[in-house]
């Protein structure tokens, strides 16, 4: 089911990972349009050629691909080192008018000017805003990608970690 526009987030390859590897993904589908690229699924189907934990986790997530709303993005404002996909997303960010969730540091400082960002982690706090995960619920999630996505003196985790624990 497509909800309204105001409902949609558009995901880059490394939030939808985390998304996953924090066990949200399920729910996230059932709250928000998930909005994406193909370059980002051939990003998924690449990993999920290995039985790495990268692998098992997009192989998981293709599994719910029929359920994303998958956009082609023409690329007319380019951002000068980002790669080709984040491109696209950006400039699928810039003119939907969307928020990018993306756990990319480098990509989220250099297109925070022009668009609006948010880690994969904001959900969290969302979730619990809406009761449907407890504060320690949230805080094990971010645990658990600390030590699968190796985020050990994370920006993503320190921030969260902290927000999470007012």
């Known amino acids: 089911m497509v909800r309204d526009p105001k409902d949609s987030f558009i995901f880059d390859t490394s939030a939808l990972i985390s998304i996953e590897t924090a066990n949200i993904l399920e729910k996230l589908i059932e709250l928000f349009n998930i909005v994406t690229t193909e370059?980002?699924?051939?990003?998924?189907e690449d990993f999920s050629k290995?039985?790495?934990?990268?692998?098992?986790?997009?192989?998981?997530?293709?599994?719910?691909k029929n359920k994303f709303i998958i956009k082609k993005a023409v690329i007319s404002k380019k951002i000068q080192f980002i790669e080709n996909t984040d491109n696209e997303l950006f400039n699928l960010a810039l003119t939907e008018k969307l928020i990018l969730i993306t756990d990319d540091i480098k990509f989220s400082y250099h297109a925070n000017n022009h668009i609006e960002t948010y880690f994969s982690t904001f959900f969290l706090g969302l979730f619990i805003s809406l009761d449907i995960i407890s504060k320690e619920e949230a805080i094990n999630k971010l645990e658990r990608l600390r030590n699968l996505r190796n985020w050990q003196n994370n920006i993503i985790y320190s921030t969260t970690k902290k927000e999470l624990e007012e």
């Open 39 to 44: 370059s980002v699924i051939k990003e998924l």
């Open 50 to 64: 290995f039985d790495d934990t990268y692998g098992i986790i997009s192989k998981r997530i293709l599994n719910h």
